[in-house]
């Protein structure tokens, strides 16, 4: 089975490394529901440098070092850093691979993390990058796939939202091909998936998914699971642009009734107004445990990833 080196992309993944990393995840999860004190990454030192805001992402890599017996220190801001002065990308990863044994990079540039795994001695997992990468949020949503629903294969995902700019999105929409899913992606015109990763998974794994811009059961034949992202609105040249298609799409429980109750709706968070708050009580809303699978996969992560297994 592949060892993992780092952790950059979901391309570098296949489909029996997805499903390792599950399993352990699974382990990783049984272990702190029994409330086990773990010791994995003891004596182990993590950073978490993040170039842009997280709340999330870098509290949950945090909440797993401890878990596994390690520790952590990070920035979320590079203000108060040498960055403000000056200092380049690379001379702080190299700094941060002298003082720790991981590190957890989130950046607004496309292939920063790349950059950093190839800087870097210790391994480097990347927090997203831009609007390309997210493989750590898409191992959680596979692992709350898995966990609601079983084989994530039989699946049909309805991918929707600001598909244009998500990463988390383009990053699942590449897992779930390799899982041959099926996918529907839904979203409004110019907000689209880019024509070239449906290009690429067509080509690489024989999947093409269906288009939809509405939320309509007629648009959307009876999915499984609904994957909403908001409006990135930090990637628009235009933010006039980005508030008037935040009215695009919102999940509310009358919308909801026109589709299976067996219907799960995940969400990478942070929500702003694409899923109404009367939601969050009802069953199909699995969002906020979602999150909370965040700890366990990136257990198993750090576990993989320090301990070379
Ligand atoms: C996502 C991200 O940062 O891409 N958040 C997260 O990591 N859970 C989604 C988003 O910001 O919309």
Do not use: C
Request: proline share 6%; glycine share 6%.
């Amino acid at each position: 089975m592949t060892k993992i080196n780092d952790v950059i992309s979901v391309r570098d993944f296949n489909v029996d490394t997805i499903e390792k990393i599950l399993n352990h995840a699974n382990k990783m999860h049984e272990a702190l529901n029994a409330k086990k004190p773990l010791e994995n990454a003891k004596g182990r030192l993590m950073a978490t440098l993040f170039f842009e805001p997280s709340t999330r992402t870098r509290y949950s890599f945090e909440t797993a070092i401890k878990r596994l017996g390690g520790d952590t220190w990070g920035f979320s801001s590079t203000e108060g850093t040498s960055v403000k002065k000056g200092e380049s990308f690379i001379d702080t990863i190299r700094m941060a691979d002298q003082y720790v044994d991981i590190i957890v990079v989130r950046h607004p540039r496309e292939g920063a993390a790349r950059l950093a795994a190839k800087v870097a001695e210790v391994p480097v997992i990347n927090g997203g990058d831009g609007g390309n990468q997210h493989p750590t949020q898409t191992l959680l949503d596979l692992f709350t796939i898995k966990h609601y629903k079983n084989d994530i294969s039989k699946q049909h995902v309805a991918l929707i939202g600001d598909l244009k700019h998500g990463r988390t999105t383009r990053s699942l929409f590449y897992a779930l091909s390799m899982y041959g899913a099926e996918i529907t992606l839904v979203s409004p015109p110019g907000l689209q998936m880019s024509p070239e990763l449906v290009e690429e998974v067509k080509e690489q794994f024989d999947v093409t998914p269906n288009m939809a811009t509405e939320l309509d059961p007629n648009q959307i034949d009876d999915p499984d699971v609904f994957y909403v992202i908001r409006i990135q609105v930090e990637r628009f040249a235009d933010p006039l642009e980005a508030k008037r298609l935040e009215a695009a799409y919102r999940i509310t429980p009358e919308l909801l009734s026109r589709f299976s109750k067996n219907l799960i709706v995940m969400h990478p968070l942070p929500r702003v107004n694409e899923i109404d708050p009367a939601v969050d009580a009802l069953p199909q809303a699995v969002y906020f445990k979602q999150a909370g699978f965040g700890v366990p996969v990136r257990m198993a992560l750090i576990d993989l990833l320090l301990n070379k297994k």
